[in-house]
């Protein structure tokens, strides 16, 4: 047997390792023999993964370095190797990896083989990192040897006398094979002879092989070795297999157990799973429902403090109401008392509406009378001539007086219109006029004659006034008048006024004013700020109607208004002219008032105008005087003057009772020179037709001037048509007592409808003043009912609201609660599945 004894039969597991026959495992490291026998059976002892090593002495080890390999790598460790006999350096190398070893030229014949091992690498564990398998000469060895789990980590262990036999070749391979892991080999020591054969069967002492019958020890052939090993093999096989058999019992217990673990932890994972889950949603429900309680907390404040503010509005409402209930009975009661205390209301408002019904009856009529009033009217205008010649005569002046001269005219029938002329001291001449004044009358008896033509603009006509005389004779004293004494202009416009005022129900008047002068053919505006930038043009806008572009057109509201108008044209006059009263006796100072009405109640719309016109003198001059401008003066005067007599004189026989046809009238009247003079062309559509007339034939009394008076006289009679005068007056008188009479009875009318007219107005005043208080009663108490509707209506409204949020309050708080249980349900579920 060889060096060192066997652990093979004392240890079972280590048995099993072994495969053939004679071999045995050793738990240490080579021990050398000290038998040179055993020396020289030493042929072949090689250091794997190491260098050559010698040891001297008596018993001498000879270790090559590593050769004879195939493959493999070479594994070193410093740490020393426990249980390493003789050589333990040897265990501190090791071939690793997958490797062969073949040992050539080898004398055939048997040989046994010692594996030298150790774990020098996975010096931790565990067990079965590295399980091998070790092949000689293709046979199985050693089976699944891991060392480790046999010696543990840096210690040796050595599998001996493994037999082996080498052919003719002379080759011994042995193989390593990993199971699991690399296998690694420290060294391989080949020996010469089989090795001894062990007794395992039959043997009881396990130390030698016996005899069945006399138990002496029993010498083997090689082939009855081979039996035996044979025999051993089977039954280790046997038990292999048993063992196998065990061990895939062992296997499927095992694997079924892994299975059965594998579920349960699959079964945990889920599990764990499953509770991370419930622990997320837990923990996100925990934060919901913080978030809910926040809200909750929040709502139920405001709740509360809505609930409060409520509560105090419904207070307020409800005692507001109580006030308003107890205003409204009051306001009933004050109503009904106000009822009461008007007895027969119902009657005096029918009586008032039938009153009503009569004013508008009585403003019909009246609006008819009206217009028959002013039909007639101008009927008696037209009676008495559309163009009127009054002659008035001046007082002596101062210094006429005190030289005693004699007077040239006679008055006795001035009040008939008759005015005697005395010529040449005896000689008496009647001239005849529409009116007659004398140097005693004033003012206000001129204006009083010539009003009725004047305020005929109001109704529409076309009118012109104009006053024509010698110079000195007064035509600017009957037209402007002095500041004390005013003239016809001013009382014409304020008359206008007033009765514009007095029919401002019926009839609105827009006045306005223009104040042009005529000077040498020139048409100059006296209203004007500054100097027209060319000369003043008179235009023809439409049919009838003419107008100068540019002029200043003031529209007047009252009669101050008026004065400082013609003020201002009264002292545009003098501007210019270094002989004031010389300039104005030159010139024609010419007023145009324009009136647009419109009447209320028809919607009927008129414009009018009229002229005051303050003429130039018409004195002639000495024929050594006229010279240079003054000449120039005198043809333009003399100019106007005849063309203004012309044209009246023309208009007053196309216009006489003589029956023309109107086409007739309207050719003669186109043949008319009204364009031969800038004065007559200005007046061209107020002059003819329905349009009034009146002059002012202004004389002096003086002797001096009875060539002057006479020349006027004869102008104005001619202008007058003196010829047709008598006739038509005569004619007319009954006819104008007639109409004097209709005038008086149309007065009368007016009075009583006007009184009428208050009384219906008082009384529309007292019913409207009633109604409006009852209807105001009335509106009030609906009012107030209304606020009381509105306010229940509202009170209604909030006691909804209010239960609404109370029921939302509730399902929330419900919401509340289930959440709660379920979070708590979840915690429980959670705790459980993790204990
Ligand atoms: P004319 O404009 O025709 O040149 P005026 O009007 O300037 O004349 O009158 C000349 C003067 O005679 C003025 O001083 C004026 O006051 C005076 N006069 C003219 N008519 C009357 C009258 N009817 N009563 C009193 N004074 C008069
Ligand atoms: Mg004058």
Redesign the pocket.
């Known amino acids: 047997m060889g060096d060192g004894g066997s652990d093979t039969g004392e240890d079972p597991m280590l048995d099993s390792l072994i495969c053939v026959a004679g071999s045995s495992i050793k738990r240490s490291g080579f021990i050398a023999s000290h038998s040179s026998d055993e020396r020289e059976r030493r042929v072949i002892f090689v250091n794997a993964g190491g260098e050559e090593l010698r040891r001297q002495g008596h018993s001498e080890i000879e270790v090559e370095t590593d050769r004879f390999f195939q493959g493999g790598d070479v594994l070193r460790t410093d740490e020393e190797v426990a249980d390493g006999g003789d050589l333990p350096s040897i265990y501190q190398s090791a071939r690793c990896g997958n490797f062969c070893y073949e040992f050539r030229d080898l004398p055939p014949g048997d040989y046994s083989v010692d594996l030298h091992f150790a774990e020098i690498v996975y010096t931790n564990g565990p067990r079965g990192m590295r399980v091998f398998n070790v092949f000689i000469q293709d046979e199985k060895a050693v089976s699944e040897l891991d060392v480790y789990s046999i010696v543990g980590a840096n210690r040796a262990l050595q599998v001996m006398n493994i037999p082996v036999s080498a052919g003719k070749d002379g080759v011994v391979s042995v193989n390593f094979q990993g199971v699991v892991g690399s296998p690694t080999v420290s060294g391989i020591c080949i020996k010469q002879g089989a090795p001894e054969l062990q007794l395992v069967s039959s043997g009881r002492d396990g130390k030698s092989l016996l005899c069945d019958n006399c138990f002496a020890p029993v010498k083997l052939t090689a082939a009855e070795n081979k039996a035996a090993r044979m025999s051993f093999t089977a039954k280790y096989e046997r038990e292999i297999r048993e063992l196998k058999a065990q061990c895939q019992m062992k296997q499927d217990e095992c694997y079924e157990a892994w299975m059965s673990l594998t579920a349960a932890n699959q079964e945990l994972e889920k599990v764990r799973a499953e509770l991370d889950v419930k622990f997320f949603q837990n923990f996100t429900l925990g934060q919901a429902m913080e978030k809910e309680t926040e809200k909750m907390a929040k709502i139920s404040s405001k709740y509360e403090h809505d609930r409060r503010l409520w509560v105090a509005a419904i207070d307020e409402l409800e005692r507001k109401m109580k006030a308003i209930k107890s205003e409204h009975s009051q306001l009933s009661f004050e109503a009904h008392q106000c009822a009461n205390s008007i007895p027969g209301l119902n009657q005096m408002v029918t009586a008032v509406q039938s009153l009503v019904g009569q004013y508008d009856d009585l403003k019909m009529k009246f609006n008819e009378e009206q217009e028959r009033r002013k039909k007639l009217y101008n009927q008696l205008l037209e009676s008495k001539g559309n163009i009127r010649v009054f002659c008035?005569?001046?007082?002596l002046?101062m210094e006429e007086a005190s030289s005693r001269p004699q007077t040239v005219v006679e008055f006795t029938d001035a009040k008939d219109g008759d005015l005697g002329v005395l010529m040449n001291g005896s000689n008496k001449k009647i001239y005849k006029f529409d009116r007659v004044?004398t140097?005693k009358?004033?003012q206000c008896d001129v204006f009083e004659d010539a009003s009725p033509v004047a305020t005929s603009v109001l109704d529409g006509y076309n009118v012109c006034i104009f006053?024509y005389?010698?110079?000195?004779?007064?035509?600017?004293?009957?037209m402007e008048g002095?500041e004390q004494n005013r003239g016809v202009n001013y009382r014409t416009l304020e008359l206008l006024f007033k009765i514009a005022e007095d029919r401002k129900k019926t009839i609105s008047y827009d006045i306005s004013v223009s104040v042009l002068e005529v000077y040498n053919e020139q048409v100059r505006d006296l209203l004007a700020s500054s100097p027209p930038a060319k000369r003043l043009e008179i235009k023809q806008v439409s049919e009838g109607v003419n107008h100068v572009p540019g002029v200043v057109d003031m529209k007047v509201e009252n009669v101050d208004e008026v004065w400082n108008i013609l003020q201002t044209g009264s002292n545009a006059r003098a501007v210019g002219s270094n002989n004031v009263?010389g300039h104005?006796?030159r010139s024609h100072c010419m007023i145009c008032t324009v009136v647009r009405a419109k009447n209320l109640v028809t919607g009927e719309c008129t414009r009018s105008k009229l002229w005051l016109v303050?003429l130039a003198?018409s004195e002639r001059l000495a024929k050594t005087d006229v010279q240079g401008e003054r000449l120039k003066e005198a043809q333009s005067i003399n100019k106007s003057l005849s063309a203004l007599g012309d044209v009246i004189s023309a208009l007053a026989t196309k216009s006489s009772h003589i029956p023309y046809s109107l086409a007739t009238c309207m050719l003669l009247i186109s043949t008319i020179g009204f364009r031969n003079s800038k004065l007559t062309h200005l007046l061209q559509d107020s002059l003819g037709g329905d349009s009034k007339t009146l002059m002012f034939v202004?004389i002096s009394p003086s002797e001096h001037d009875l060539g002057e008076t006479v020349s006027s006289l004869n102008f104005a009679t001619r202008v007058r048509g003196v010829e047709l005068g008598p006739a038509k007056k005569q004619s007319d008188t009954t006819e104008i007592q007639k109409l004097k009479l209709m005038l008086c009875q149309l007065k009368c009318k007016d009075d009583t409808i006007r009184k009428l007219e208050e009384n219906v107005q008082v009384l529309e005043g007292k019913t409207k003043s009633k109604e409006q208080f009852s209807k105001s009663q009335q509106d009030k108490i609906i009012d107030l009912e209304n606020q009381v509707e509105l306010k229940a209506e509202l009170c209604g409204h909030l006691e909804k609201r209010l239960s609404h949020v109370y029921e939302k309050m509730q399902r929330k708080e419900e919401a509340c609660y289930s959440f709660q249980q379920k979070v708590i349900s979840f915690i429980i579920l959670a705790t459980f599945q993790r204990s």
């Not at 008035?392 to 007082?395: A, F, G, M, N």
């Not at 005389?469 to 009957?478: A, E, L, R, S, V």
């Open positions: 008035r005569c001046r007082p002046n004044y140097p009358d004033d006053a005389g010698q110079t000195g004779t007064g035509k600017t004293f009957t002095t009263n104005s006796s303050d003198g202004q």
